[in-house]
């Protein structure tokens, strides 16, 4: 496929790491907020072929990982329900809840149903005039405008047997919290290119200005996270703090303007619990007004279920990228991807379950550390 | 979860006032929503597309001239390399020479 396999070049790729370590004066601490970054780093082993030159720190990018308790205990109580055909995207699904997860309850009798695209939900919605469906509408910038469309389309096409689960985050105030720790380490930051394809980059410019920190834009093959993590180590070589775009094929800086546009319409900024991490300020989206019809939580009621994060489970940690999965305790041994204590181990975005999947937990193992 | 694949748009259609069309995903065609990208599109663009939705189009000048720079820098540095293992094995012998 054309522009996808070049930036998968060994021999650019090659070139561009000799390029980090001769540039590299010492080992620079980036962070790559998304998680797809985070499984390409750890399965090509970037990280490693880096060591010495840049510490790579993994961020809390992976919308699944992030995804409140309460969140996900309101899911179950709605997909347990007789007359409801749960939705979700196929990541929800073996996110632990406080007593099990969405394939246990449809394992139950539950309809719970994974779509490829939430237009495909309000279709199951039409041609289920008798069923209530509810979608699991969670995600970054990047699903939004999926997702308000839906919502957009329901309304349009008086779709009243649809309604969504919010459970939005956006990633500019999850940078913020993590510079405004005490005790911070990123010294620069791999931005999610597919969120600024959506976005632009004209949040960030305040962001890399007021923190001094530089944000490279960043692509999710080898040859652009490489070429990211270069040009972040030229910046902070030359002392300069800027907002740069590696991702030009895909991203501009005004992002793209009709899905902003209408995810401006369907949904606006609301606080929001994040898994691990709490409360951040105006970090997620939640319907506005004219479509609360289509707020799930408000036409179940179940918008008051409150429980407790599980104590053994560092995600928030992990999520912060103050703790490495391979230092968990119970990383690999009370944790797994089969019996998972939190979602980084079983999303395809989780820190924990890249570094299970690609030869981290054999080397934690020789080390001797489960021994 | 904001996996989004190359794929090129192929066909495309109205459904009910909304954008759609086919777009090829290196042989697996799917139906995608295209009304975010719709005022830009030519059949045969390719589209980054995240579940069913087409997010953006791929500036294919951009992404050739991007890896033509990076390929020319990865040849330069391999020219650059060569010389230098040049350099190095001359030296030792050099040094030895009477």
Redesign the interface.
Known sequence: ????S??R?P??A???I??IRNRSSRPWVIMEV???QTHTIVKQGIDALLEDAVEMIHGP????CVTPLEQIEKALALAAMPDVIFTS?G?MLRVPGSSCDLQAVRARGGQVRVV?????AVDLARQNPDKEVVFFA???E??A??NA?AVW?AK??GVGNFSVLVSHVTVPPAITAILDAPDNRVEAFLA????C??MGWTEYEPIAERYRVPIIVTG?EP?DIL?GIHLAVVQLEEGRHEVENQY?????REG?V??RD?VARVFQLVDRSWRGVGMIPRSGLGLREEFADFDAEVRFQVGNITVDEPKECRAGEVLRGQLKPVDCPAFGTRCTPENPLGAPMV???GACAAYYHYRRYQSAQLAGKTS | MCLGIPGRIVEVHDDHGLSMGTVDFGGVRREVCLAYVADEIELGDYAIVHVGFAISIVDEAEAKRTFEVLKEMSQLDELDWIQEVADQSLQPFEGKAP
């Open positions: 496929m054309r522009y996808l070049e930036y070049d021999d650019v090659e070139a561009l000799r390029r998304c998680g797809g990018g992976c919308p699944v995207f990541d490829y695209s939430p237009l495909d969670v995600g970054f990047t699903t405008p999926a469309m389309r349009q096409l999610a290119g597919h969120v394809t959506i999710f040859v070429e030009a094929r895909s991203v501009r793209t009709p899905a209408l999303s395809t975005e």
